[in-house]
């Protein structure tokens, strides 16, 4: 009999016939060298538990199993893991409330070209549309936002479908995918006729065009204010060293999305920052004069292709996925195929740029001049100078996760990334609770940087449950609560563009705040509920600590990196800060506020 792939360690012909349908679950995941699986339990998914269960007491060959304490935390988990990784690991949950608990980080995997595999329990086949106990149409839920969603109703199908949905995952634009497995299908013994049904599967192709990429190089070669635009696209194909040879080539300065942050690094000559509504002013002004702008596995989101975005540029996109291509902006030259295989083609092949940029480059340094200075405050911690001092004493080197909302912006403009894939934030979606999750993730990667969290007051209490898993597992996490009492986003937006309507941002308000309370620039109030320094008490082994004025900050920041296990600082930062410059929702790149 045939070997399952050439340099497995498990053939056919050593396993035994008759297998049941978790038995050949947890060889095909074996087989397919899964680290681990990210999971939680309930009724549908626990005869794959009792395999896996069985077998490590046999000490026998299984994933690792780390179990969450709700199943979006073993989602964002996976992102944190697969982003550093590559490759995807198994989140596994049960039927119902357990698989629609999945669809967020799933959705947060679409938006950002994450792989993963998702499976979830379901019941048994014969109950499938009878509104069975903890029944829900979880693939049809999610077919929108997976490239892959199979119903499993058989034992015969799960090889073959865990196989399509690895390589579907990592494939092309890669992407969450959801395996439904019926009880019955775990429980049930193979008859040898393996299947594939009732999947739903979205199909990537690669046309790389030699012409265009030809002519669109000799145009790019005689620009005289080109702009290269990158996205996660660059992250996730490993690119960015190429990208560097090719921005070099062509002496193009580089603007990118919060998805491809240190690509370049900032003090790189090269380097415009990030692009966008909380942008550097040199990013959007080059955006917005330029002649050419050559994007790259990037989107052209509403947040960064502001209105004035590229309006006197000619504009080539190149992406392996050819529906973001003419998406959202109409474009000159449209190149599908991955960031790797254009930069590639275009270092070895390109012609060479024969104008210099002097004039180009003199004008962004200008513009460079033009960012907004940091608040003076001597007697509160100004949240973007704790972020500059953490960045400097880690040398920006550490692996950093955010929640959503200010603290992510000012992480984004103040941490100093060398490394793309350092950077754990959740893009496309903007999922709050995505950062606690995500850095755990991040630890089981085994990678020797330090990983730290840097989130919101709001953002880490929609996760904080995730605390039980890293202390439950001894996870040295290093987590910053930047906390302003607010949901200090929405809050920025309502005392910005609404006339300060913003009661309901403030999580420190209750029924007998004044009624025209419209900013926080006089209320100091802090409840301080939940205390994070009394988690200490909650979960043992977690050091704990507060700072409040700026003279603590660095002696904080090192006390807390010298430290051997999880440590929770809450870094109570002056309420009212801003992130700027901001670009208002839907206005153009002169309506930039570059003070508040
Ligand atoms: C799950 C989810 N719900 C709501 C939002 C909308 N939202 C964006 S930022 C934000 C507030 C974030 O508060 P916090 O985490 O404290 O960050 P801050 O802005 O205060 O730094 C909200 C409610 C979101 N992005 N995600
Ligand atoms: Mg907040």
Same mark, same amino acid.
């Given at each position: 009999?045939?070997?399952?792939?050439?340099?497995?360690?498990?053939?056919k012909?050593?396993?035994?016939?008759?297998?049941?349908?978790?038995?050949?679950?947890v060889?095909?995941?074996?087989?397919?060298?899964?680290?681990y699986?990210?999971?939680?339990?309930?009724?549908a998914?626990?005869?794959?538990?009792?395999?896996?269960?069985?077998?490590?007491?046999r000490?026998?060959?299984?994933?690792?199993?780390?179990?969450?304490?709700?199943?979006?935390?073993?989602?964002?988990?996976a992102?944190?893991?697969?982003?550093?990784?590559?490759?995807?690991?198994?989140?596994c949950a049960?039927?119902?409330?357990?698989?629609?608990?999945?669809?967020t980080?799933?959705a947060?995997?679409?938006?950002?070209?994450?792989?993963?595999?998702?499976?979830?329990?379901?019941?048994?086949?014969?109950?499938?549309?009878?509104?069975?106990?903890?029944?829900?149409?979880?693939?049809?839920?999610?077919?929108?936002?997976?490239?892959?969603a199979?119903?499993v109703?058989?034992?015969?199908?799960?090889?073959?479908?865990?196989?399509?949905?690895?390589?579907?995952?990592?494939?092309?634009?890669?992407?969450?995918?959801l395996?439904?497995i019926?009880?019955?299908?775990f429980?049930?013994? @193979?008859?040898?006729?393996?299947?594939?049904?009732?999947?739903?599967?979205?199909?990537i192709?690669?046309?790389?065009?030699?012409?265009?990429?030809?002519?669109?190089?000799?145009?790019?070669?005689?620009?005289?204010k080109p702009?290269?635009?990158?996205?996660?696209?660059?992250?996730?194909?490993?690119?960015?060293?190429?990208?560097?040879?090719?921005a070099?080539?062509?002496?193009?300065?580089?603007?990118?999305?919060?998805?491809?942050?240190?690509?370049?690094?900032?003090?790189?000559?090269?380097?415009?920052?990030m692009?966008g509504?909380h942008?550097?002013?040199e990013?959007?002004?080059?955006?917005? @004069?330029?002649?050419?702008?050559?994007?790259?596995?990037?989107?052209?989101?509403?947040?960064v292709?502001?209105?004035?975005?590229?309006?006197?540029?000619?504009?080539?996109?190149?992406?392996?996925?050819?529906?973001?291509?003419?998406?959202?902006?109409?474009?000159?030259?449209?190149?599908?195929?991955?960031?790797?295989?254009f930069?590639?083609?275009?270092?070895n092949?390109?012609?060479?740029?024969?104008?210099?940029?002097?004039?180009?480059?003199?004008?962004i340094?200008?513009?460079?001049?033009?960012?907004?200075?940091?608040?003076?405050?001597?007697?509160?911690?100004?949240?973007?100078?704790?972020?500059?001092?953490?960045?400097?004493?880690?040398?920006?080197?550490?692996?950093?996760?955010?929640?959503v909302?200010?603290?992510?912006m000012?992480?984004?403009q103040?941490?100093?990334?060398?490394?793309?894939?350092?950077?754990?934030?959740?893009?496309g979606?903007?999922?709050?609770?995505?950062?606690?999750?995500?850095?755990?993730?991040?630890?089981?990667?085994?990678?020797?940087?330090?990983?730290?969290l840097?989130?919101?007051?709001?953002?880490?209490?929609?996760?904080?449950?995730?605390?039980?898993?890293?202390?439950?597992?001894?996870?040295?996490?290093?987590?910053?609560?930047?906390?302003?009492?607010?949901?200090?986003?929405?809050?920025?937006?309502h005392?910005?563009?609404?006339?300060?309507?913003?009661?309901?941002?403030?999580?420190?308000?209750?029924?007998?705040?004044?009624?025209?309370?419209?900013?926080?620039?006089?209320c100091?109030?802090?409840?301080?509920?939940?205390?994070?320094?009394?988690?200490?008490?909650?979960?043992?082994?977690?050091?704990?600590?507060?700072?409040?004025?700026?003279?603590?900050?660095?002696?904080?920041?090192?006390?807390?990196?010298?430290?051997?296990?999880?440590?929770?600082v809450?870094?109570?930062?002056?309420?009212?800060?801003?992130?700027?410059?901001?670009?208002?929702?839907?206005?153009?790149?002169?309506?930039?506020?570059?003070?508040?």
């Amino acid at each position: 009999m045939m070997s399952i792939n050439e340099n497995n360690n498990i053939k056919k012909k050593d396993l035994p016939k008759n297998r049941s349908g978790a038995e050949i679950f947890v060889d095909t995941i074996n087989d397919l060298k899964i680290d681990y699986i990210f999971g939680h339990t309930g009724g549908a998914i626990m005869p794959m538990y009792v395999e896996i269960n069985k077998r490590i007491s046999r000490h026998e060959k299984t994933p690792e199993v780390i179990m969450f304490r709700q199943e979006p935390g073993a989602g964002h988990a996976a992102e944190g893991y697969s982003k550093i990784k590559g490759k995807p690991l198994l989140v596994c949950a049960t039927s119902g409330p357990g698989a629609t608990n999945l669809v967020t980080p799933i959705a947060d995997c679409f938006a950002d070209s994450i792989p993963a595999i998702f499976v979830t329990g379901q019941v048994s086949s014969n109950y499938l549309g009878t509104n069975a106990f903890q029944e829900v149409p979880i693939t049809k839920i999610v077919s929108p936002i997976t490239k892959l969603a199979i119903l499993v109703k058989n034992a015969n199908e799960i090889e073959s479908a865990l196989r399509k949905a690895y390589d579907i995952s990592l494939s092309g634009r890669k992407g969450p995918v959801l395996i439904d497995i019926c009880k019955d299908a775990f429980n049930g013994k @193979n008859n040898e006729e393996p299947l594939i049904n009732s999947s739903i599967e979205k199909k990537i192709e690669d046309k790389f065009d030699k012409k265009v990429i030809d002519e669109m190089l000799k145009q790019f070669a005689k620009a005289k204010k080109p702009i290269i635009y990158i996205g996660g696209g660059i992250k996730i194909d490993d690119s960015y060293e190429l990208l560097k040879t090719f921005a070099k080539k062509y002496d193009s300065p580089v603007g990118m999305t919060l998805m491809s942050l240190g690509s370049i690094p900032r003090d790189n000559k090269l380097s415009l920052g990030m692009l966008g509504m909380h942008g550097t002013i040199e990013a959007n002004n080059a955006a917005k @004069n330029s002649d050419f702008i050559l994007g790259i596995g990037v989107r052209f989101d509403d947040r960064v292709a502001v209105k004035d975005f590229g309006n006197h540029a000619k504009i080539c996109h190149v992406d392996i996925d050819a529906s973001e291509i003419n998406k959202i902006r109409k474009v000159d030259y449209e190149i599908n195929t991955s960031a790797k295989r254009f930069l590639e083609y275009a270092i070895n092949n390109g012609p060479s740029r024969t104008e210099d940029l002097n004039d180009w480059h003199n004008q962004i340094s200008e513009w460079k001049k033009m960012n907004p200075k940091l608040d003076e405050e001597k007697d509160e911690i100004i949240p973007q100078i704790f972020i500059k001092e953490l960045s400097n004493l880690t040398s920006g080197k550490s692996i950093i996760a955010t929640g959503v909302g200010q603290h992510q912006m000012w992480t984004a403009q103040y941490y100093n990334f060398i490394n793309p894939t350092d950077f754990l934030t959740s893009g496309g979606l903007g999922t709050m609770g995505y950062g606690l999750p995500a850095a755990i993730g991040a630890y089981f990667t085994k990678s020797n940087k330090e990983i730290i969290l840097i989130d919101g007051d709001g953002s880490f209490q929609m996760n904080m449950q995730e605390l039980g898993t890293v202390v439950q597992n001894k996870i040295p996490l290093k987590m910053f609560v930047i906390n302003n009492g607010l949901w200090g986003l929405p809050m920025q937006w309502h005392e910005m563009f609404d006339e300060g309507n913003l009661f309901e941002c403030c999580l420190e308000r209750d029924l007998t705040c004044p009624k025209n309370c419209s900013s926080f620039k006089t209320c100091k109030k802090r409840n301080n509920n939940p205390d994070l320094i009394n988690l200490d008490k909650v979960y043992p082994g977690l050091k704990t600590a507060r700072i409040t004025r700026p003279e603590e900050m660095i002696p904080m920041i090192k006390e807390v990196l010298a430290h051997k296990g999880p440590y929770l600082v809450d870094v109570q930062i002056k309420k009212e800060s801003y992130i700027l410059p901001i670009i208002p929702p839907g206005k153009g790149i002169d309506d930039i506020i570059t003070e508040y």
